[in-house]
């Protein structure tokens, strides 16, 4: 383990010298993707000095016990070995894990997308409590969020809502949200008190930049339109919305939140980028999982990823059979008992197939 932690503390001075260069800073590209790997490798780099340290202080203590001559220091050396060692079996685990190599999507931000699917009016207001339940998270992150576009519910909640999440690792900590979420609760509607089963579907896309995706503006026909508000009304009389349809592909990303035309199709083009760039994600996606036959990163957008049983109490994320009786506090955000499982799934799974390089 030590020879890989070399090997990273060889990157790592060699990434410190070149984000420091002038022709690396001029470029922007470069610059961003040699921060971010300076980042993740400095994690590794302060492992590695707690790692050494370990090493020293189990070196130090063998010393003293095989001297042995005085009847208190053998006893202090033998308290710092076993801790040592207990310290360095707890850390060789953690370091295993970073070794995994990252996903470089995982630091990217994300366009989220809620759309109410089956249950008519109540998937609507689903659709409302999930997009409360992510906004509440990503505060709880210190992420920032931005609605781009929405679509009401004609009794709350949303026929679609699409907004984009900054900040640290979202899209490698959102990832796992992807797929048809689904509610059984007795709804608002419902005079019988018979439990309904709707459902809402999750979308999250890495966020493109310009030169991860380029885009011809011959392939894109751009209509503008009037926004409208709750039951189609139109809000405005100016042609400010914006809708742009990518012709080679079919795919269609409009916003209408500004009142500026000009900010509406910024908005619009950044979602249609991070659409395209989610259709090539999409692709190896599905070649990796169909490699790896992986539980929670299958690439199918339309699998049945976890319920939400009103009733009972009860959320269950079906991937990996995990089941809380904590439905009040996930709702409102607490999500993240729920990712950490899903991440260590995955992790193990990356694990064992990185184990050769260990």
């Not at 780099?45 to 790692?51: F, S």
């Not at 190599?101 to 008519?120: F, L, Q, S």
């Not at 994600?281 to 957008?301: I, M, P, T």
Request: charged content about 30%; proline content about 3%; overall charge negative.
């Amino acid at each position: 383990m030590i020879d890989k932690l070399n090997i990273v503390k060889q990157r790592f001075d060699e990434v410190s010298d070149l984000i420091i260069q002038p022709d690396i800073i001029a470029d922007q590209k470069r610059y961003i993707q040699l921060n971010k790997e300076y980042k993740d490798l400095k994690e590794l780099v302060d492992k590695r000095d707690l790692y050494l340290e370990f090493q020293d202080n189990i070196t130090e203590a063998q010393e003293i016990i095989s001297v042995g001559d005085d009847a208190e220091m053998l006893e202090m050396a033998k308290l710092q070995l076993e801790e040592a060692k207990t310290g360095m079996t707890s850390l060789e685990e953690e370091i295993k894990f970073l070794l995994i190599p990252k996903d470089p999507e995982d630091g990217k931000d994300v366009v989220m997308e809620i759309r109410a699917g089956t249950g008519g009016d109540e998937a609507s207001i689903f659709a409302g409590d999930l997009f409360r339940m992510y906004t509440k998270y990503c505060e709880s992150k210190g992420w920032k969020t931005n609605v781009l576009d929405l679509s009401e519910g004609t009794s709350g909640g949303f026929k679609e809502i699409q907004f984009e999440v900054s900040g640290e690792e979202v899209y490698g900590t959102l990832k796992f949200e992807a797929g048809v979420h689904r509610v059984q609760r007795v709804p608002q509607t419902e005079t019988q008190g018979r439990v309904h089963t709707s459902a809402a579907t999750v979308m999250v896309l890495p966020e493109a930049e310009e030169f991860d995706v380029q885009i011809d503006p011959k392939d894109v026909r751009i209509d503008y339109f009037c926004s409208s508000g709750p039951g189609g009304q139109s809000v405005n009389t100016t042609y400010s919305a914006v809708r742009l349809t990518h012709v080679p592909t079919g795919l269609v990303a409009q916003c209408q939140d500004e009142k500026s035309q000009h900010k509406n199709k910024d908005k619009a083009f950044k979602v249609l980028r991070s659409r395209l760039y989610d259709l090539e994600l999409a692709k190896r996606q599905e070649a990796d999982a169909a490699k790896r036959n992986s539980q929670v990163s299958s690439g199918d957008r339309s699998a049945k990823i976890r319920t939400y049983n009103y009733p009972q109490g009860r959320v269950t994320d079906h991937r990996i059979g995990l089941t809380l009786y904590d439905l009040q506090n996930i709702i409102n955000g607490d999500i993240q008992k729920i990712i950490d499982e899903l991440r260590l799934v995955e992790n193990t799974e990356k694990l064992k197939e990185s184990s050769e390089i260990l």
